[in-house]
């Protein structure tokens, strides 16, 4: 069975620092790859997605992130962030284009001024 | 345009009454999905329609759990009789049929006293 794992569930850091919050995933072969963020009260917002092509992939609000396969990673970055960061940030998986999307447990990030 | 629409967005009720909580997909969007949000277990699928039939219900935990779809802008998930224990946020996400990424609504706060 495919499934997700987000390995820090709080991360903190400065403002102005660099991020990455770690995803690895369960699968055969190469599935969809979704990071998501939610503010507080709010619902989910797609940062980005993976399928095929360019590894490296830019999203929404400066993050980005990189598919490695032989790792079975889906890792988020972003150079600096900001206080408006702090949130919690889902890395989802879905078999294929269809099917239905598998969430972490997410990683909630701190950022400190 | 219009996101994902859900009502109410606070909802509290006594255990043993009835809860209709309500979503309005995205025009265009033929997939619904239906999660649940809590501290302990996480964000969970309940259940997803697709063109408006239900194809994964296996989420739903208890037969006082339903949900319907009547018609591709219109989705309902009932709670009867709601319990404690079912005090959560539920999110509505719907999915246009030629892309993977769900949108997100803002979400349902539900208390069950």
């Known amino acids: 069975a495919q499934s997700v794992t987000q390995p820090d569930i709080h991360i903190t850091v400065s403002e102005g620092a660099s991020l990455e919050l770690r995803c690895n995933y369960s699968?055969?072969?190469?599935?969809?790859l979704f990071w998501y963020v939610q503010s507080p009260g709010q619902g989910l917002q797609l940062l980005l997605k993976?399928?095929?092509?360019?590894?490296l992939v830019q999203g929404i609000k400066g993050f980005e992130a990189e598919f490695k396969r032989s790792q079975s990673s889906f890792n988020l970055r972003k150079p600096s962030v900001h206080w408006s960061d702090a949130a919690e940030y889902f890395c989802?998986?879905?078999?294929?284009?269809?099917?239905?999307?598998?969430f972490g447990k997410g990683t909630r990030l701190h950022i400190l001024p | 345009d219009a996101g994902v629409i859900q009502s109410p967005r606070h909802e509290v009720t006594e255990m043993g009454q009835e809860v209709t909580l309500r979503c309005k997909p995205i025009?265009?969007?033929?997939?619904l999905f239906w999660y649940r949000q809590t501290m302990m277990r996480g964000l969970e699928l309940l259940i997803y329609?697709?063109?408006?039939?239900?194809?994964?219900d296996s989420g739903m935990p208890e037969d006082r759990f339903s949900a319907k779809m009547p018609n591709a802008s219109f989705s309902t998930l009932k709670i009867q009789p709601s319990e404690p224990r079912d005090s959560a946020v539920y999110f509505c996400?719907?999915?246009?049929?030629?892309?993977?990424?769900?949108?997100f609504g803002p979400g349902t706060r539900l208390t069950v006293l």
């Open positions: 025009s265009g969007h033929n997939s």
């Open positions: 993976y399928f095929s092509g360019d590894t």
């Open positions: 989802a998986v879905a078999p294929n284009r269809d099917d239905k999307i598998i």
């Open positions: 329609f697709n063109n408006n039939v239900p194809i994964d």
């Open positions: 699968y055969g072969a190469t599935p969809y």
């Open positions: 996400a719907s999915r246009m049929q030629t892309r993977s990424e769900q949108f």
